[in-house]
């Protein structure tokens, strides 16, 4: 009997640290795609809006197959139903990486050619564009590739399907119940390493260049904080998708149940509210088991919770990356860093210290309710003050400011010029920005009027510039430099402030996530467990993870001041944003979701 005990116990710790390692490396690829939207954005010259309806697949997938599977995976092998799905994520991770091996080189629109003899040239700019067959520009930009990185996100979504509601009834099922709490705790917390080195591994991999090994970098004229660069993104999804092909292993070799631990045969059901608990008979069906779980009231009210702030989550976690290169000047790969370093660990212990108090204190499921709302309300506070922190637009002539520098003007396609750079035959369509002495930003250096260039890659210099020698007095210097003028010294305190209030909130924000995660599973009926996490996490993605991303993505592209423009027409990826309002959108979009 002892020894049978001994075996139960190891194989229940076994199954612990198995989908620890799961749900890590599924939290890793989850992450590391939201890291990596930007370079994909780019990379496919798509909107913000498609990048949502992109990063919404997942929870398409999901939608498909999570209540059947909650509900009769049951009652069938957990383990290797999580073993299964462990290997489809697998192969979607693997699918949407490969998307890269399909595509030609990354060729982004700039006025510099360089040709073998290291010469270099500006290329004259014709205010007519070219024009060219529909296919041929298909063929070239590869712009339908992207539906391979939506169908291998939706795979994984399918993949991702019984790992949390399986794992987490079977480790609730098989464990004492004063110790469920903190195992879930602590797998959650585990987890949560899981999107801090994703973060990491898209910071990486934002620093290299997507085509890296192929071109030659002393070739490349911009740098990882220009708005056309695009990092090696496909690189972490194969990373990614030989960890979650090893987590699938130990899931066939583990049995379809565990004893129950002793003094756990008979777990009380403790009632939040008088209707909380249905009691008679189990049922027997998938409609009837669903009638009775949203007949229970306490289950309904934290459900409809829930979805209003998975909403707002969702669509400032899937753009928060984007909203700090936007905002404050950083670049991809540093904005991936701080989340994954800063916020994701204050998330972490956030999440464990929820954990220990539940079983520290004992809390009631009233108790924990409560807990579980006032972080929710203080961290909603924290919010508001976290989008008061602002940096101002960079000054970019004809877009955010006039050409002399003094005036803010309205966007519109006439005044991205001037009488200084009319008779350029400059198009209004290239992005190619140069930065002046006098930190004014030009959109290319046609734009500005220069007439010579002298060095090489991203350290030309262009000279001559009659927009910049018409806006300041003689003997003040008229050439640029490739690149766009950086934020503002100010904008560093800004920035600062606003890491330090969005690292106190996700910690306070995630002290409840335990409690309310426990209510839930305690206030109905232990064979109705498993139904329950399916179907919130299923209704939670349907009416936040999917549209959530898209309105989100269709808010900030509505601030864009800037398009690139596709070889034969067409709006692609947007090249600079209005900050305020950029700010003010994503603001107050939070604010009426929470």
Not at 54 to 76: P, R, T, W, Y
Request: aromatic content about 12%; hydrophobic content about 40%; glycine content about 8%.
């Amino acid at each position: 009997m002892r020894a049978e005990k001994q075996d139960t116990w190891n194989r229940n710790k076994l199954f612990i640290v198995a989908l620890s390692f799961a749900c890590f490396s599924k939290a890793l690829i989850g992450t590391y795609m939201k890291s990596s939207i930007t370079q994909i954005e780019r990379r496919f010259d798509l909107s913000s809006t498609h990048i949502g309806l992109i990063d919404g697949s997942f929870e398409m997938g999901n939608l498909l197959f999570l209540a059947v599977v909650s509900h009769f995976g049951a009652k069938l092998h957990r383990p290797r139903l999580i073993a299964v799905g462990c290997f489809l994520m697998a192969v979607g991770a693997f699918l949407t990486g490969l998307t890269h091996f399909f595509m030609g080189r990354y060729k982004y629109d700039t006025i510099i050619q360089v040709f073998q003899n290291d010469s270099i040239v500006t290329k004259s700019i014709s205010c007519i564009p070219n024009v060219c067959l529909y296919g041929a520009c298909v063929r070239e930009s590869g712009s339908n590739m992207w539906i391979y990185v939506f169908l291998g996100n939706a795979l994984r979504g399918i993949g991702e399907t019984p790992v949390t509601p399986l794992g987490i009834s079977y480790v609730d099922d098989f464990a004492k119940a004063e110790n469920s709490p903190f195992y879930i705790a602590c797998l959650q917390t585990i987890t949560l390493l899981g999107p801090m080195f994703g973060f990491l591994l898209g910071s990486y991999c934002a620093k290299l260049y997507v085509d890296i090994g192929y071109v030659d970098m002393e070739s490349v004229t911009i740098t990882p904080k220009d708005a056309r660069w695009v990092g090696a993104w496909w690189m972490g999804f194969m990373v990614s998708s030989a960890l979650l092909l090893i987590s699938s292993i130990p899931f066939w070799f583990l049995p379809r149940s565990l004893p129950k631990q002793e003094g756990d045969k008979d777990r009380p059901c403790v009632q939040l509210w008088s209707c909380c608990i249905f009691t008679g008979c189990s049922s027997t069906g998938f409609l009837p088991s669903l009638k009775r779980l949203l007949g229970t009231p306490a289950y309904f009210l934290l459900l409809c919770g829930s979805i209003l702030k998975f909403n707002s989550f969702i669509g400032l976690f899937t753009f928060k990356a984007k909203y700090m290169e936007q905002q404050f000047g950083q670049s991809a790969s540093r904005a991936n860093f701080l989340i994954g370093v800063l916020n994701l660990p204050a998330v972490a212990v956030g999440i464990f210290l929820g954990g220990l108090l539940m079983k520290r204190y004992k809390l009631s499921l009233v108790s924990g309710a409560q807990l579980s709302f006032a972080t929710s309300f203080m961290a909603y506070l924290l919010l508001l003050l976290q989008f008061g922190t602002k940096c101002d637009n960079i000054p970019v002539a004809g877009l955010t400011i006039s050409y002399n520098g003094t005036q803010s003007v309205s966007y519109n396609r006439e005044m991205l010029f001037s009488e200084c750079n009319r008779d350029c035959s400059c198009s209004a369509e290239e992005w190619d920005p140069v930065c002046s002495d006098s930190g004014i930003t030009y959109i290319s250096p046609c734009m500005a009027g220069c007439i010579s260039s002298s060095g090489y890659g991203k350290n030309t210099v262009f000279h001559n510039c009659s927009c910049v020698s018409a806006s300041y007095p003689a003997g003040s210097s008229t050439s640029v430099r490739l690149g766009q003028c950086p934020h503002a010294k100010d904008c560093s305190r800004s920035f600062t402030s606003y890491m330090a209030v969005s690292v106190l909130s996700s910690f306070i924000n995630s002290l409840g996530a335990t409690p309310g995660y426990m209510v839930i599973i305690r206030c109905i009926s232990p064979e109705l467990k498993s139904l329950a996490l399916g179907i919130q996490t299923l209704v939670t993605r349907t009416l936040g993870g999917i549209p959530a991303p898209v309105y989100f993505g269709a808010l900030i592209d509505s601030t864009c001041l800037k398009w690139s423009i596709k070889k034969c027409g067409g709006r692609g990826a947007c090249r600079i944003y209005d900050s305020a309002m950029y700010r003010y959108a994503m603001g107050n979009k939070c604010e009426s979701r929470m």
